[in-house]
Nanobody, 123 residues
């Protein structure tokens, strides 16, 4: 399984970005996808996830109402739509995959990780 995250960049506070996670190597529809972020000097933290069935999502409290995780099975791509961005959202964002998984917030539940894409939110 390979994951390729993209879509990061520089945006002003209050703006939006959509990150993409391109999946290859296995049947995408059998995998839960999680998004995690890591700011400089901080530990990696959970952002949001979608279950393997696509029927459930789960979000960290600090992004609820602002971020949305979705997926397009036909395109084998997951997305993280980020709205109303804040400077504290600045971080490298990673996507991860877990076969037959739930929308887990635990990074150890994910078997495959992509490289990160950097998001910088200016004030």
């Amino acid at each position: 399984v390979q994951l390729q995250a993209s879509g990061g960049g520089l945006v002003q506070a209050g703006g939006s970005l959509r990150l993409s996670c391109a999946f290859s190597g296995r049947a995408f529809g059998n995998y839960a996808i999680g998004w995690f972020s890591q700011a400089p000097g901080k530990e990696r933290e959970f952002v949001g996830a979608i279950s393997w069935s696509g029927k459930s999502t789960y979000y960290a409290d600090f992004v609820k109402g602002r971020f949305t995780v979705s997926r397009d099975v036909a395109k084998q791509t997951a997305y993280l739509q980020m709205n109303n961005l804040k400077p504290e959202d600045s971080a490298v964002y990673y996507c991860a995959a877990n076969p037959w998984g739930s929308s887990s917030s635990e990074d150890h539940d994910y078997d495959y990780w992509g490289q990160g894409t950097e998001v910088t939110v200016s004030s």
